[in-house]
């Protein structure tokens, strides 16, 4: 029987691709910059499958295109707003992502982040390498202390309570959370006491640090927007790990350049990889380069799981990420 025959929308770690290609007769994106509409449109007319990523929007008019061979689509990432389920589904695909094994690396650029936009990190290695640093000062680059404070949680999976656990252990903070969705039946995740709040305002109004962990979707965009922001304390900072898309762009740069908060930590962005051009100028924020699940080990336990998951659905069973 002939190998199913699976595109690769982006270059993976050496050791999954291997895997993929004793498995399956495989192409890959060589030149590892996203593919265009016609050749994803291509790749789902001549594959079994289609193993794209975050930085690949398969849209609706993708998924729609005539005569298509594919039957799955094995997103590498946790996240799948890029990808278009409504349509998937109609158009009969089955898509699958990758959760859990990224969750740790990611609540770490969580707490990167909460701790550069606290300390300054940022604006003190710049200051190094523009090569003007004077030495010690004692009011040179003066942050916010972290430990014991408050820490606000947007969305509680995964990836929100094991920054919970790293925050609360590691620093002592006091864990907020906020979720509309139902609660966890008890608010206790591995010892660490977490407080629902009832509204979002709530949460805005009593954290030191707000951490945003939901989903990117269309009723979460713009959910931080400029009431929300204004909702925080001047002395709060903002840090998304999520979707860019969950932050009003203009309504943050303003907040910071106003003073209604005191910093951000960003990994993600809307429509990157564009960054909001005021972002660039403002010395408050803390800038990475979507690095959330960007460890070694991480990416190539993602790539395993995609590998498990095409091979349940080609083995005729139900692949364990199955969320379309
Ligand atoms: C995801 O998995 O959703 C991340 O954004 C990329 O690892």
Request: proline content about 5%.
């Amino acid at each position: 029987m002939s190998k199913p025959k699976v595109v690769v929308t982006r270059r993976w770690p050496a050791e999954v691709e291997a895997k993929l290609k004793e498995l399956y007769d495989v192409t890959l994106n060589e030149s590892d910059v996203p593919m265009t509409a016609d050749a994803l449109k291509l790749a789902l007319q001549t594959a079994d499958a289609l193993l794209p990523t975050v930085t690949d929007p398969i849209t609706a008019d993708i998924l729609r295109v005539p005569n298509k061979r594919a039957r799955i689509i094995g997103n590498f990432g946790v996240g799948y707003n890029n990808i278009d389920v409504a349509s998937a589904k109609e158009e009969g695909l089955v898509v699958t992502n990758t959760p859990g094994v990224l969750t740790d690396c990611t609540a770490d650029i969580a707490m990167l982040l909460l701790l550069m936009s606290a300390r300054r990190a940022s604006e003190g290695e710049r200051l190094v390498r523009s090569g003007q640093w004077k030495g010690w000062c004692p009011t040179q680059l003066l942050g916010q202390k972290v430990t014991g404070k408050t820490l606000g949680l947007i969305g509680f999976g995964r990836i929100a309570q094991a920054t919970a656990r790293k925050a609360h252990h590691g620093f002592g903070m006091k864990i907020l959370f906020y979720t509309p969705r139902n609660a966890p039946a008890q608010d206790i995740v591995d010892d660490v006491q977490a407080t629902r709040c009832a509204t979002l305002e709530e949460l805005l109004s009593q954290a030191d640090f707000v951490s945003l962990h939901c989903p990117g979707s269309t009723e979460n965009r713009h959910l931080i927007n400029e009431q929300r922001l204004k909702a925080m304390r001047p002395s709060a900072h903002l840090i998304n790990t999520a979707r860019g898309d969950v932050v009003d762009n203009q309504a943050l740069y303003k907040a910071l350049k106003k003073g209604w908060i005191a910093g951000a930590g960003l990994d993600v962005y809307e429509g990157e990889p564009a960054v909001y051009p005021g972002f660039l100028e403002l010395d408050n924020i803390a800038l990475l380069p979507h690095l959330g699940s960007a460890s070694e080990e991480t990416r190539i336990a993602m790539g395993n799981r995609v590998l498990e998951n095409i091979a349940a659905f080609f083995a005729g069973k139900e692949p364990g990420d199955r969320v379309a």
